[in-house]
DNA sequence: CTTCATGCAAAAAATTTGCATTTTG
DNA sequence: CAAAATGCAAATTTTTTGCATGAAG
């Protein structure tokens, strides 16, 4: 497990207790957007500003420290970057859940890729639907 | 090929010849956002609203007829639904290009959300990178 | 003709910016 | 200290809304 501070100099950025508490919250909670992260760390720093929030998150996104999670119908939500992984999108109650599989199949993305003289950046993977959790509240 | 009209009236919506227009602008680029299809759609209808433009493709999502496809760092994009396919997004022109692969690895994916008990909904896999195209332009 | 859709202008929400002040390394 | 980051308020951009008018089925 990396530290924030380690993180954040490696991509030459200041640690301030402002990112710090920023990524901490991401951490936690493993996915949040801009509105969720700002309504937990005011809790703590009803002073941090709704402006640092924003420039932080873009600065710390396109130095690949965040990662954004766009997704369907909602605000993007951010989490601390890591290997590539399955998003788990739950549509009922908007929880996102990682999963790291070892795609099999990766033979044929990666057979496309080639053929298509594609150079590949990033995979993303998310998959849409009700989490068992929702599915069991629906049944009772 | 199935014409707009229907498609609309499936969904039990109107056909409008904004509604029409709309569709012909996406189905005509492939992937286009909202700036795209007003700018595109008032070169014919200089009086066709934007608030209209965000009603449709708010209404046209939520019906099915269109697919809203989220970009990192970019406005979604809106295709016309069609059956689950990949996309390859080029970070250097912002192109998007539509793949139909026989997702061999369908399997792990598969077991994936049986095991988890998630209830699927739709695929979402994108593939960001730089195009064969924009390769080739930077190679020169 | 009845219901639904449009277009406009206004309101609301989201994001960005400039700059004086403070903090980090 | 010098460079970078913060916080505030203002500006901009994006999206939504209400309502009178018009079009579709």
Do not use: W
Not at 60 to 69: A, H, N, P, R
Request: aromatic share 6%.
């Amino acid at each position: 497990m990396m530290n924030y501070i380690s993180m954040l100099k490696e991509h030459g950025l200041k640690a301030t207790f402002q990112r710090m508490h920023i990524l901490e919250v991401i951490g936690e909670y493993g996915h949040k957007d801009i509105d969720e992260i700002y309504a937990e760390v005011i809790k703590v720093h009803p002073s941090l500003s709704l402006a640092t929030i924003y420039k932080n998150i873009i600065i710390m996104s396109q130095s690949g420290v965040l990662s954004e999670v766009p997704v369907i119908g909602k605000k993007s939500k951010y989490e601390i970057s890591k290997q590539d992984h399955i998003h788990l999108i739950c549509t009922h109650c908007g929880s996102i859940e990682d999963k790291n599989i070892f795609i099999e199949n990766k033979n044929s993305l990666d057979q496309l890729v080639i053929s298509e003289h594609f150079n590949l950046e990033k995979k993303e993977i998310n998959l849409y639907g009700v989490c068992s959790h929702c599915q069991n509240i629906k049944a009772s």
